[in-house]
């Protein structure tokens, strides 16, 4: 058993107690090892799972990041955890899954002491400038089951990586973030868990109101907005320009060289800033 506190196993019988009033049906279930979580939850959704039910791994080997990206973690080291949800809400707000997500995350880990904030769509950085590092990415899937379409959002955070054990040079881990404190990945996982869901369910019910809370909200705690950024679209070609804004349907609106604003609702994005400080 590790005797770093900061990869201390997981509490499964607290993580089974836990309770969240805006999702009666959650189930936290702790597993040593996976491959990837996603995989997990997307064949649970398949078989009639609820909604609620979150699977976290001890140690995942094959997990996938947004465009396919493959990474695995030394054991203990991080939280690779999957939520599975069954919105009912109109296809057209699908799109906003993935930033409430990354919004939730990263809102959880600012009230946490932790300078963070979102990359458009979902990645959350700490710190800003040179000193701006990714400590997590999702991945949401959208799975057609029996009863409807799921959705498989799945979380990995960078909790007690080493400088050496970082998957890139751009990465972080919340214990190198702030050395003078000890991460405790249960506690985290409750948090981001029951803010996840809290947020979920209040997008949910609120209509266009709430809608319109989360749009603000993210743009607030977007680190996009405002810089100049390369994005690669799906089809391979590259939009420089200056992100703006945020749209309705949860896109960024970028503006080329043109002088012509583009909406993006896919791609990878380069904070071109940065990057150059980062040499």
């Known amino acids: ?26 189930r936290v ?55 599975l949800l069954r919105p009912t809400v109109s296809p057209a707000s699908w799109p906003w899954l993935p930033l409430l997500a990354g919004h939730a995350l990263a809102d959880t880990l ?9 990359k458009w769509p979902n990645d959350v950085l700490l710190g800003s400038g040179a000193e701006e590092r990714k400590v997590a990415g999702i991945l949401v899937e959208r799975v057609e089951t029996a009863d409807g379409p799921a959705a498989v959002v799945g979380i990995g955070i ?12 751009e990465a972080t881990s919340l214990a190198l973030a702030r050395p003078e404190a000890t991460p405790d990945r249960t506690e985290i996982l409750e948090l981001v868990v029951t803010r996840l869901l809290a947020e979920y369910a209040e ?11 989360l749009r603000t909200a993210y743009a607030a705690a977007c680190a996009t907005l405002g810089r100049e950024v390369v994005v690669s679209l799906p089809g391979g070609a590259d939009l420089t320009g200056t992100a703006e804004s945020i749209d309705e349907q949860g896109r960024l609106l ?26």
């Open 1 to 26: 058993m590790t005797t770093d506190p900061a990869r201390m196993p997981l509490d499964g019988p607290r993580l089974a107690a836990l309770k969240i009033a805006t999702q009666p049906d959650l």
């Open 203 to 213: 997008w949910q019910s609120g209509g266009s109101a709430a809608a319109a809370r």
């Open 110 to 118: 600012a009230a946490q002491g932790y300078a963070a904030r979102v």
């Open 29 to 83: 279930e702790v597993v040593a090892v996976a491959e990837s979580t996603n995989a997990i939850l997307t064949q649970r959704g398949r078989g009639g799972a609820a909604e609620g039910l979150v699977v976290v791994a001890e140690h995942q080997t094959a997990g996938r990041g947004r465009l396919d990206r493959v990474w695995e973690s030394p054991a203990g080291s991080a939280l690779t955890f999957s939520v």
């Open 254 to 279: 970028v503006v080329n060289r043109a002088g012509e604003r583009v909406p993006v609702g896919a791609g990878d994005v380069v904070h071109v800033r940065d990057a150059r400080s980062d040499g």
């Open 158 to 169: 960078n909790v007690g990586m080493t400088a050496a054990e970082l998957p890139v040079p």
